[in-house]
């Protein structure tokens, strides 16, 4: 796994960007930067056995490296049923595609496109992990609607999210405790402002409530909280 060290020097700081150069350092720079993804990862395989079902599509939404899909994949060889992950990054699709023809399992396609423009239907698992809060906050209901609407009874979305808080002493808790993880994981404090400056005009997080009652508003019955670190949360929704 190459080390992210994107911030690591003196630089004019401009919008975060998933690249080459991030691609290439992706999976050392989320398990470095994101409190929990690696248990997120490991724990979507354990809803794709509890929720996908015989001859529906699952789908992996803003895959990047296909860690969650291939999370999925590896609980569901038992289970005859189609894969889809689609990111709008050539760059991880390109790498996405060589990880996933290392593995085996369900067929999984890989499409280099954007996730609002995708064809979703007959749908058991839906998994944004770590992607709705990409895209611009008035696109957000529009995709989750279509991802409900497209989706068998009883089938399940998994969202993980950066949260904002309503509450100043509890944002700045959970900052700071964000901030000490990253410190712990070998950032330096010029790498963290760096990548802080890069990232707020991109990643635009909202609160818990805002994401709960926007998910049953799209048409999920059930809606709930299964894991949180500091301000990282997944949601279960299931319709
Ligand atoms: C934080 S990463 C997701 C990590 C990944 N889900 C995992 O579990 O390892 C966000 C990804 O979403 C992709 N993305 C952002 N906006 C997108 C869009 N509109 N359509 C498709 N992909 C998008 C980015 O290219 C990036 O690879």
Not at 61 to 72: D, H, K, N, R, V
Not at 111 to 119: A, E, G
Not at 203 to 224: C, M, S, V, W, Y
């Amino acid at each position: 796994m190459s080390k992210d060290n994107i911030y690591s020097e003196q630089k004019n700081v401009v919008d975060f960007v998933f690249d080459e150069n991030v691609a290439n350092v992706f999976s050392d720079m989320i398990r470095r930067s994101v409190p929990g993804y690696e248990s997120i990862v490991t724990m979507l395989g354990v809803f794709a056995e509890q929720y996908v079902q015989q001859g529906s599509n699952v789908y992996d939404l803003g895959c990047s490296l296909g860690a969650s899909t291939l999370s999925m994949r590896s609980r569901l060889q038992n289970i005859p049923c189609h894969m889809v992950a689609v990111d709008n990054s050539e760059a991880m699709v390109e790498k996405c595609r060589v990880n996933v023809n290392l593995a085996s399992g369900p067929e999984v396609d890989v499409l280099c496109d954007d996730i609002r423009k995708v064809d979703i239907n007959n749908a058991s698992l839906a998994v944004l992990n770590f992607t709705l809060q990409f895209l611009p906050i008035a696109d957000r209901e529009i995709l989750l609607k279509n991802i409900a609407d497209n989706m068998m009874p009883g089938g399940a979305l998994v969202l993980s999210e950066k949260i904002a808080f309503e509450n100043e002493a509890e944002a700045r808790l959970n900052e700071e405790l964000h901030l000490s993880f990253k410190k712990a994981n070998g950032y330096s404090e010029l790498e963290i402002a760096q990548k802080r400056s890069a990232i707020e005009n991109v990643l635009i997080p909202e609160t818990l409530n805002t994401h709960l009652d926007r998910l049953k508003q799209a048409g999920f019955g059930q809606a709930q909280v299964w894991f949180q670190c500091f301000n990282f949360v997944s949601i279960i929704a299931v319709k």
